[in-house]
């Protein structure tokens, strides 16, 4: 496993089998040119940790990346236009909320 800080609390984090971004939020910059990324973990809905506009160029940038957090972050994605599982169907998911 390696682990790398892209900036004030994001990470990235690659393994043998999957690539995942934590709180791509306001306070980082690098992030958003990052390829290769299957998940993009938010913890929670604090502008350090979740940055719109920077998770739709990530998105762009990694068109099958699933964004994996909670309920309270859930609910700003679907207002930004970014669906959950339960409006577009499993197959088509962009993040599941826990």
């Known amino acids: 496993m390696q682990i790398t800080k892209i900036g004030h609390c994001c990470l990235l984090i690659k393994t043998e089998t999957a690539t995942i971004l934590t709180d791509p939020g306001g ?12 998940i993009v973990l938010i913890t929670h809905e604090h ?3 979740i940055h719109i506009d920077s998770l739709f160029s990530i ?10 957090t909670n309920t309270g972050v859930g609910k ?3 207002l930004a236009g970014i669906p959950s599982n339960s409006s577009r169907g499993m ?3 962009r993040y599941t909320a826990f």
Do not use: C, W, Y
């Open 91 to 93: 197959r088509r998911r």
């Open 47 to 49: 502008g350090d940790h």
């Open 27 to 38: 306070f980082t910059t690098g992030q958003n040119e990052l390829t290769g990324i299957d």
């Open 76 to 78: 700003h994605l679907e």
């Open 59 to 68: 998105l762009k940038n990694n068109p099958e990346a699933v964004v994996v």
